[in-house]
């Protein structure tokens, strides 16, 4: 909901308030978003710790976690303000080039620097709530939150408020769904705010530790969308980063399906590694979740590898097709690896290990960047979106290879999905070969129906294990009467 609205909102805003004056506020709402991310890892070492907490029943450490991470959460966005308002003389006419609006500019950052500490709350409070597997009160507020701040925009716009009427509903939006969430909380886990203590020293430490590690990543995983655009710009032209972006937005956003099932399966992986049965929950839940992906993801994929001319054509043209088909087709490669490298990221930092996937992403920086600067000279933006796709099947590598070498059990696990692996990906191999030599219309209509009749073949054969297909099977035996 919170997408479409923001489609809705978007252009009447620009009409009411002008380019430039949507900059401004799209410069805002940057500083919004980033400090809402950078919360320290706060949020995600709160799902994690408060699952296991919840799971073991210890009413203690449970409180000593909630105020110790409420208060942490409040000195990080006292800190984050006060960094802004000391940045506000420097950051508004030298770092952003403003020369227009100045005053109104600053007057807004002041107010947004003073609403951090409730911004990164919120990031807090919805941590709890994804600990306990409340995914539909997160939904309520979220849809509550776009709600709000678009819709209110839109009538702020309508009666000439501007900028800095978006800015304050922008703000009130979010300020609202955390008082709410702070009536919701004591309902849903009752004596949430109760035994107030400053903080406790060792859940901190845990806290802080793990998420320094996460932090990490949450800095440098936007680069690797952007560096890429950086130096396709520099060599080549703006005109190829747009044609290179076209693919790249395309295909990463679909990631936002496979985030929302590792965030319901985050809070159940950090529970299972507090109970002392040997991961043997995990290990079954690991395994099933990258079977599961590989079952569903590539026939997606492949259909769209093998059709995408036509599929771009069909939605951009054929001129545009033409330009970016290669593109599309790489980096849905490469969209497989990293929709994989997902379920052991969420493993690895729910176990306690968010330090392996953040040197990752340390150690393929430079390597990245070593890469586009031979690459994109010499291929062009073929070259761009082949690193990329590099990357992201090292990536899903290293992940898949340190959980088995980290994790007690686990390299059984994952060694029952290698046969679905290597079956399915022989099968999509042959259909690839197969269609690409397809001269005709008729060809190429039989080797997709041949494909779409063989595959739920073999997926049934290779990938399924015995209570999953009885499972299945019960859903289409007749009801008894």
């Known amino acids: 909901m919170y997408l479409l609205l923001a489609l809705w909102g978007i252009p009447i805003i620009i009409r009411g308030i002008g380019l430039e004056q949507f900059g401004i506020l799209a410069l805002f ?55 802004v308002f000391t940045a506000i003389p420097l950051g508004v006419v030298d770092v952003f080039n403003i020369d227009t609006h100045v ?87 009752p004596g949430f705010f109760s035994n107030f203590l400053v903080y406790d020293r060792g859940v901190f430490g845990r806290v802080w530790r793990y998420g320094v590690w996460v932090t990490v990543s949450q800095i440098i995983s936007p680069l690797y969308l952007y560096i890429d655009r950086f130096f396709i710009g520099y060599f080549l032209s703006l005109g190829s980063v747009g044609l290179y972006s076209i693919p790249q937005e395309t295909l990463t956003r679909s990631l936002a399906i496979v985030m929302s099932f590792t965030m319901a399966l985050f809070p159940v992986l ?109 291929f062009g933006i073929i070259g761009a979106a082949i690193v990329w796709t590099s990357r992201v099947f090292i990536d899903a590598g290293l992940h898949f290879y340190f959980v088995r070498r980290s994790l007690d059990g686990f390299r059984a696990a994952i060694d029952q999905v290698r046969h679905a692996d290597i079956g399915l990906m022989l099968l999509v191999v042959i259909y690839g070969s197969i269609s690409s030599v397809c001269d005709d219309a008729t060809s190429v209509i039989a080797a997709h129906m041949l494909f779409i009749a063989v595959y739920p073949v073999i997926a049934w054969r290779f990938a399924l294990t015995g209570p999953e297909k009885e499972s299945l099977a019960g859903l289409f035996r007749s009801r008894p009467r």
């Open 103 to 189: 005053q109104e500019v600053r007057y807004l950052l002041l107010i947004t620097a003073g609403s951090i500490p409730f911004l990164l709350l919120y990031g807090t409070f919805k941590g709890f709530l994804m600990a306990i597997q409340r995914f539909d009160v997160i939904n309520y507020l979220q849809s509550t939150l776009g709600i709000v701040q678009w819709v209110g925009a839109v009538i702020v716009v309508a009666y000439g408020g501007g900028v800095q009427g978006v800015v304050i509903i922008s703000i009130v939006a979010r300020l609202l769904i955390l008082i709410i969430t702070v009536f919701v909380l004591p309902i849903l886990s």
């Open 270 to 378: 950090s529970a299972q590694s507090a109970i002392l049965d040997g991961g043997r929950a995990s290990k079954v839940l690991y395994e099933k979740a990258v079977r599961t992906l590989i079952v569903l993801i590539l026939p997606v994929l492949a259909m769209f590898i093998v059709n995408a001319h036509v599929l771009v054509g069909m939605w951009l043209g054929n001129e545009i097709a033409d330009t970016t088909v290669d593109i599309f087709q790489v980096m849905a490669i490469g969209l497989f690896f990293n929709i994989m490298a997902q379920i052991p990221n969420t493993l690895l930092q729910a176990y306690g290990r968010p330090d392996l996937p953040a040197i990752f992403q340390m150690v393929e920086l430079p390597v990245v960047i070593i890469l586009h600067i031979i690459m994109i000279p010499r």
């Open 29 to 83: 709402w940057a500083v919004i978003g980033y400090f809402t991310l950078l919360d320290f890892g706060i949020s995600k070492a709160i799902t994690k710790y408060f699952s296991e907490v919840a799971i073991q029943q210890d009413t203690a450490a449970r409180q000593r976690l909630i105020w110790t991470a409420i208060n942490t959460t409040m000195a990080v966005g006292l800190l984050s303000s006060v960094l």
